[in-house]
């Protein structure tokens, strides 16, 4: 097979590269994020399509629907205070957010709450309710909506993990201007107006 039409190499000659990753412009638009089609191989298109800019293979006829990431986020309060985690990766790198991450395709996000609490805080939790539920478009992974449930504590102790460092509780007026985005804002945020 050769590099198609639009130009854009092959899958298959670009398996290291970044090449294949699409422009951040695209993205942060359209999330379009395949750009070869898991069908053929052939290189996707962009074209209108039910109301959206979406990629699609002209020779077999794949359209790609991208779908919202679901993350699962935990609000864990000790003496009206929140737990916070730094981030030490990007995106947000350094930003504040709360001990969190993106539903596996096999789990359900009650599930991955508790899993997620447990890798970056070291704290094992039970679920109590679902706090709120936010559409995030900032996050230059893609847009999702990130579930916090409200979370208590009950057994671990509190210790630091590669993916986030400092665990600290803030009291409402301690809150770091430096927050996380991929929905961490507007949920700390909205913790932070609540009455105790
Ligand atoms: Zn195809």
Redesign the pocket.
């Known amino acids: 097979m050769g590099s198609g039409s639009t130009g854009r190499p092959h899958p298959r000659e670009v398996r290291d590269g970044t090449e294949s990753v699409p422009s951040r412009e695209g993205k942060e638009k359209n999330n379009l994020n395949a750009l070869f ?1 898991p ?2 191989g ?1 290189a996707l298109k962009i074209k209108e399509i039910y109301r959206q800019p979406r990629a699609f ?1 002209s ?2 006829g ?1 359209i790609h629907y991208e779908q919202l990431k679901v993350g699962a986020g935990a609000i864990i309060e000790k003496d009206g205070k929140l737990l916070l985690l730094q981030r030490t990766e990007e995106p947000f790198k350094l930003h504040w957010n709360l001990p969190a991450g993106y539903v596996d395709i096999c789990e359900s996000p009650i599930q991955a709450v508790l899993r997620e609490v447990q890798e970056e805080s070291g704290l094992k939790v039970e679920a109590i309710r679902i706090d709120d539920i936010y559409f995030f478009n900032d996050d230059p992974r893609g847009n999702g909506i990130l579930i916090v449930y409200k979370c208590k504590v009950i057994a671990g102790r509190l210790s630091e993990s590669s993916e986030g460092t400092n665990p600290t509780y803030f009291a409402r007026d301690q809150i770091l201007d430096q927050l996380a985005g991929g929905g961490h804002n507007q949920a700390i945020r909205s913790w932070q107006k609540k009455k105790t």
């Open positions: 089609c069908q053929c052939r293979c020779e077999c794949y």
